[in-house]
């Protein structure tokens, strides 16, 4: 015999409304219509009993309850004869049917509407916004510099478009920059590699469009499909449209370069990262200098006409602003000039690369008066002396990070390698480079997460050390290989164990140690276990900053291209007392004048004294040239020069 369910009423009422439910809409209205009879005839029946003026007859009351259930279930409840009646219930339903329907149909074209504009699938009917294709971290850093950028604009919109819900999007950015001034954010779903979906962000319409790279393996693929759908969803003719793309792997520059066009700016994060990787790590303190000179809300580069420099050389222009610092000459051909010689001189339609606080600041007023010809010195001699040099941990970039330290150092200089690859596989990774010149490499294989290990090293012995990431044993091979398997936050993870053993060898030595650090997010920056003011590359936060730069002003595009080669001019933090006589104030108009002695554009300078106080670590980028300041033995001067 079957055992019976020992269940609750309210479980059997609810699996018998179920079952009911199932039955299809005929049974489910039949049911309904017999609840509701069973409700209203009752009720209707006490009405009309407990009424006083009811009719005395039963006949009399019986109609009256019809009636009441008439008006109450709307089928008009009238009297007469029995075709009469049943020709009013007839037109009653066919009236409440109507109802019904046109009042689903609104209702579903509303939820349909709304449906619509929640999946982000309506198109953006804006002018002169930028355009951001893609959905990575880095869209934050980009809105919030982007945001900065129109802060002085009275209207302004950033349209998203990425293959990811609409509103999940307004609610992440939103929570990343809560204060969006006078800027509007615009999200849209949808894939940024079909061109009639990119139509949703108006394209055609922007002054300027942003294609971020996202996160895994295909990401530089993805980076090109973007850019061939948006060349065919952007007209050729009308006012050209500013395109700026990244790509991470240098083997994929030029392949993304010839999607975006002659007009499109493309960076390449491995080579730029590499490169300012090993200048931070030959100069302690410039990765403070480059995020304050990217974005937007301190002093960033911009370009002004030559007015009234026009005829004159570049070594007057450079005291001719007193709040802005020149740097370069931007030709009518589109040529960049960092550092040119100081009797280039200045065409009439030439514009001058200055940094300044805003694009107005630019404004001409001679600072000459303010040179102190008796506190200007002859630099003392300085010695190229070998280095010893550690790289902890191994990626795609550590191959560009030996080259680029090899064009840098002196001869002797020598490097030693740490990572959990073997020594074939670093060497077979380097083998594709050129040969070293200057640099002795010795790889070893380990795991840098080792306390043991670090300790054996002797950490404290190098003059400088460089830690970037690296993914675990498993994923090591593939990452040398070219692909990343593993993701930005997985890396930075080994990266800041690495860092809290690092700073336990520092402490036990008492010194403090000369470290560059490469990570991917920047919220992992402000966990890093490092002394205040510590040289960190933040990869995704760094290509923000340049990507939101070029946008807003495309012509820096070369500018920056010429100021990350390895060869030409690059900023550099010189000691304050090669320029001028330390323990005496100075305007810095002075140290202008004794950079440009030795063909140098000085833009600034750090104090020691200020350089674990955040947040500008005693960095101070274009003062006024008229300030005066004191300089000691240890602090520095920040010039443009050539290496």
């Given at each position: 015999?079957?055992?019976?369910?020992?269940?609750?009423?309210r479980?059997?009422?609810?699996y018998?409304?179920?079952?009911?439910?199932?039955?299809?809409t005929?049974?489910?209205?039949?049911?309904?219509?017999?609840?509701?009879?069973?409700?209203?005839?009752?009720?209707?029946t006490?009405?009309?009993?407990?009424?006083?003026?009811?009719?005395?007859?039963?006949?009399?009351?019986?109609t009256?309850?019809?009636?009441s259930?008439?008006?109450?279930l709307?089928?008009?409840?009238?009297?007469?004869?029995?075709?009469?009646?049943?020709?009013?219930?007839a037109?009653?339903?066919?009236?409440?049917?109507?109802?019904?329907?046109l009042?689903?149909?609104?209702?579903?074209?509303?939820?349909?509407?709304?449906?619509?504009?929640?999946?982000?699938?309506?198109?953006?009917?804006e002018?002169?916004?930028?355009v951001?294709?893609?959905?990575?971290?880095?869209?934050?850093?980009?809105?919030?510099?982007?945001?900065?950028?129109?802060?002085?604009?009275?209207?302004?919109?950033?349209?998203?478009?990425?293959?990811?819900?609409?509103?999940?999007?307004?609610?992440?950015i939103?929570?990343?920059?809560?204060?969006?001034?006078?800027?509007?954010?615009i999200?849209?779903?949808?894939?940024?590699?079909?061109?009639?979906?990119?139509?949703?962000?108006?394209?055609?319409?922007?002054?300027?469009?942003?294609?971020?790279?996202?996160?895994?393996?295909?990401?530089?693929?993805?980076?090109?499909?973007?850019?061939?759908?948006?060349?065919?969803?952007?007209?050729?003719?009308?006012?050209?449209?500013?395109?700026?793309?990244?790509?991470?792997?240098?083997?994929?520059?030029?392949?993304?370069?010839?999607?975006?066009?002659?007009?499109?700016?493309?960076?390449?994060?491995?080579?730029?990262?590499?490169?300012?990787?090993v200048?931070?790590?030959?100069?302690?303190?410039?990765?403070?200098?480059?995020?304050?000179?990217?974005?937007f809300?301190?002093?960033?580069?911009?370009?002004?006409?030559?007015?009234g420099?026009?005829?004159?050389?570049?070594?007057?222009a450079?005291?001719?602003?007193t709040?802005?610092s020149?740097?370069g000459?931007?030709h009518?051909?589109?040529?960049?000039?960092?550092?040119p010689?100081?009797?280039?001189?200045?065409?009439?339609?030439?514009?001058?690369?200055?940094?300044?606080?805003?694009?107005?600041?630019?404004?001409?007023?001679?600072?000459?008066?303010f040179?102190?010809?008796?506190?200007?010195?002859?630099?003392?001699?300085?010695t190229?002396?070998?280095?010893?040099?550690?790289l902890?941990?191994?990626n795609?970039?550590?191959?560009?990070?030996?080259?680029?330290?090899?064009?840098?150092?002196?001869?002797?200089?020598?490097?030693?390698?740490?990572?959990?690859?073997d020594?074939?596989t670093t060497?077979?990774?380097?083998?594709?480079?050129?040969?070293?010149?200057?640099?002795?490499?010795?790889?070893?294989s380990?795991?840098?997460?080792?306390?043991?290990?670090?300790?054996?090293?002797?950490?404290?012995s190098?003059?400088s050390?460089?830690?970037?990431?690296?993914?675990?044993?498993?994923?090591?091979?593939?990452?040398?290989?070219?692909?990343?398997?593993q993701t930005?936050?997985?890396?930075?993870?080994?990266?800041?164990?690495?860092?809290?053993?690092?700073?336990?060898?520092?402490?036990?030595?008492?010194r403090?140690?000369?470290?560059?650090?490469?990570?991917?997010d920047?919220?992992?920056?402000?966990?890093?276990?490092?002394?205040?003011?510590?040289?960190?590359?933040?990869?995704?936060?760094?290509?923000?900053?340049?990507?939101?730069?070029?946008?807003e002003?495309?012509?820096?595009?070369?500018?920056?291209?010429?100021?990350?080669k390895?060869?030409?001019?690059?900023?550099?933090l010189?000691?304050?007392?090669?320029?001028?006589?330390t323990?005496?104030?100075?305007?810095?108009?002075?140290?202008v004048?004794?950079?440009?002695?030795?063909?140098?554009?000085a833009?600034g300078?750090?104090?020691?004294?200020?350089?674990?106080?955040?947040?500008?670590?005693?960095?101070?980028?274009?003062?006024?040239?008229?300030?005066r300041?004191r300089?000691?033995e240890?602090?520095?001067l920040?010039?443009?020069?050539?290496?």
């Amino acid at each position: 015999m079957a055992q019976r369910h020992t269940t609750s009423l309210r479980l059997r009422l609810r699996y018998r409304f179920d079952h009911l439910v199932a039955g299809g809409t005929t049974a489910l209205i039949g049911w309904f219509a017999l609840a509701c009879l069973t409700v209203v005839v009752p009720a209707s029946t006490v009405l009309v009993w407990a009424d006083r003026a009811a009719p005395r007859t039963l006949s009399g009351r019986l109609t009256a309850v019809w009636v009441s259930v008439g008006q109450t279930l709307k089928i008009g409840g009238a009297v007469g004869s029995p075709l009469y009646v049943l020709a009013s219930v007839a037109l009653a339903l066919v009236a409440l049917l109507f109802v019904s329907t046109l009042v689903s149909l609104i209702t579903t074209g509303i939820n349909r509407r709304i449906m619509l504009l929640r999946r982000g699938h309506s198109t953006v009917l804006e002018s002169g916004h930028t355009v951001v294709l893609g959905w990575s971290d880095q869209i934050f850093p980009v809105v919030g510099e982007l945001v900065a950028a129109n802060a002085n604009q009275r209207k302004s919109a950033i349209a998203v478009l990425a293959p990811k819900d609409k509103v999940e999007m307004e609610d992440e950015i939103s929570t990343s920059v809560p204060d969006t001034g006078t800027t509007k954010i615009i999200c849209r779903n949808g894939r940024t590699t079909d061109s009639s979906e990119l139509a949703r962000v108006s394209p055609q319409t922007a002054k300027a469009v942003l294609v971020l790279p996202p996160d895994g393996d295909t990401g530089d693929a993805h980076v090109v499909k973007t850019l061939l759908a948006l060349d065919a969803a952007v007209p050729e003719s009308g006012e050209a449209v500013v395109v700026v793309a990244a790509v991470r792997d240098t083997r994929n520059h030029l392949t993304a370069k010839l999607a975006a066009g002659p007009g499109g700016h493309v960076l390449c994060v491995d080579d730029i990262i590499a490169r300012l990787l090993v200048q931070t790590a030959r100069q302690p303190g410039l990765s403070l200098v480059y995020q304050d000179l990217l974005d937007f809300e301190g002093d960033e580069l911009y370009t002004a006409a030559a007015q009234g420099l026009a005829g004159r050389t570049f070594g007057e222009a450079l005291l001719a602003f007193t709040t802005s610092s020149v740097v370069g000459l931007l030709h009518t051909d589109g040529g960049v000039a960092l550092n040119p010689d100081p009797g280039t001189v200045i065409g009439a339609s030439d514009r001058i690369i200055l940094i300044s606080r805003d694009d107005d600041t630019a404004v001409p007023a001679d600072a000459s008066s303010f040179v102190d010809q008796d506190a200007i010195v002859t630099a003392r001699p300085r010695t190229p002396a070998a280095e010893r040099l550690l790289l902890l941990g191994w990626n795609r970039r550590a191959p560009l990070i030996v080259e680029q330290l090899d064009q840098f150092v002196s001869p002797g200089t020598t490097l030693d390698v740490v990572a959990l690859v073997d020594d074939v596989t670093t060497r077979t990774a380097c083998g594709s480079a050129a040969p070293c010149n200057c640099l002795e490499v010795t790889f070893h294989s380990g795991d840098i997460t080792d306390p043991q290990l670090l300790a054996k090293l002797d950490v404290p012995s190098y003059d400088s050390v460089i830690v970037i990431g690296e993914a675990d044993r498993d994923a090591a091979m593939p990452a040398v290989a070219g692909a990343e398997s593993q993701t930005g936050t997985e890396t930075d993870d080994r990266t800041l164990v690495t860092l809290l053993h690092l700073r336990a060898i520092g402490d036990a030595a008492d010194r403090e140690l000369s470290l560059t650090t490469e990570m991917s997010d920047d919220g992992n920056r402000l966990l890093a276990p490092a002394r205040e003011g510590a040289d960190f590359i933040v990869s995704g936060r760094l290509i923000s900053l340049l990507m939101t730069q070029i946008s807003e002003s495309p012509c820096l595009a070369d500018v920056f291209e010429e100021l990350f080669k390895a060869a030409g001019s690059e900023l550099h933090l010189k000691p304050a007392a090669d320029y001028v006589r330390t323990g005496r104030e100075v305007a810095f108009a002075t140290l202008v004048e004794s950079a440009r002695r030795r063909r140098e554009c000085a833009v600034g300078y750090r104090l020691r004294a200020q350089a674990a106080t955040g947040p500008a670590y005693g960095v101070r980028l274009n003062p006024d040239k008229r300030q005066r300041v004191r300089f000691g033995e240890h602090d520095w001067l920040i010039v443009l020069a050539e290496s």
